[in-house]
């Protein structure tokens, strides 16, 4: 799979001699955005291997991984079923619209049984109503995904740090375990709260050359501002690479914050990774009358 780089070019990157090159996995497919692939292809295969007719995922409104995995399954065979945090608006938003033209079957539920979706008890009881199925969870955080995740820093040792947005934290655990010695790993949460983040990329990773900052959250999951909005316009306008509202603004916005405080030093090589999500951007326009880029 060849995949494309932007160099990102301004009189900031000048003055404070730092290189930006954006890594396009968000260009990998037309449909299963950036990380999805990879998170999901071995979860796919081991399903296929056991036999399952169903697969059973847990997202958000504007999830990417539900449009994925509701692709995905349909391509692949099984019959999907998203478990939805939040109560069903209609009209749907393009996310969910999306999953449900996959034929997903989406069940809304409220946040405080949402809470619970990783114990044995209410997992069971999704069995009882939809019968046997093969769990993938939200985010498409297992080991599985976390393996495919690996694969997104291929080749790519020229770098002194990897920038990349944070949910789960299973693309993140991915490239830390990928990245070479004398890389840093950064990532930006799009959740306020990291305090299960973290403890998702200990699980999965034993490195230590990570950090992980949630002050460019926007005050947490699916969270903007106008600060945001004007930011990923800008960018879009300025180097011709759209952001979505969700993951990859609040990163690129953080990381050129942080380029203007000083944080890196000169001569200092980032890759970012461009993870997707933009069919997320469809919905907030719906919704919040904006007018940020939408995927092509």
């Known amino acids: 799979m060849k995949i494309k780089y932007n160099t990102i070019s301004s009189n900031l990157l000048v003055e404070k001699e730092v290189t930006i090159l954006i890594k396009r996995i968000d260009l990998n497919h037309r449909y299963i955005s950036g990380n999805k692939l990879y998170k999901l292809k ?31 399954g349909k391509k692949e065979g099984f019959n999907t079923i ?10 749907l938003n393009a996310s969910l619209q999306n999953a449900y033209d996959n034929e997903m079957n989406l069940k809304y539920i409220n946040r405080r049984d949402y809470r619970l979706k990783d114990t044995d008890s209410f997992i069971n009881k999704l069995k009882c109503e939809f019968g046997n199925f093969y769990l993938i969870p939200e985010g498409g955080t297992n080991f599985l995904g976390v393996k495919g995740a690996s694969e997104i820093l ?16 299973g693309t993140i655990a991915g490239i830390i375990n990928s990245s070479n010695i004398n890389q840093i790993i950064l990532g930006f949460s799009a959740l306020k709260n990291t305090i299960d983040v973290k403890r998702n990329i200990k699980l999965y990773t034993k490195k230590q050359n990570w950090k992980l900052f949630s002050r460019y959250s926007c005050g947490g999951y699916a969270k903007i501002s106008k600060k945001l909005v004007k930011f990923i316009n800008e960018f879009n306008i ?59």
């Open 154 to 169: 291929s080749k790519d040792n020229n770098y002194n740090y990897v920038c990349c947005p944070v949910g789960t934290g």
């Open 82 to 91: 998203g478990i939805i945090r939040g109560e069903k608006n209609l009209p």
């Open 42 to 72: 071995y979860n796919v295969t081991e399903a296929k291997k056991k036999g399952y007719k169903k697969i059973l995922t847990f997202g958000g409104a504007y999830s990417n991984h539900i449009v994925a995995t509701a692709y995905l």
């Open 238 to 296: 300025n180097y011709g690479v759209p952001l979505d509202v969700i993951y990859t603004g609040k990163m690129m916005m953080g990381l050129f914050d942080m380029v203007e405080r000083d944080f890196f030093k000169p001569k200092s090589k980032i890759l970012v990774i461009h993870t997707g999500g933009l069919q997320g951007n469809k919905g907030m326009n719906q919704r919040l009358k904006l007018n940020l880029p939408e995927k092509k």
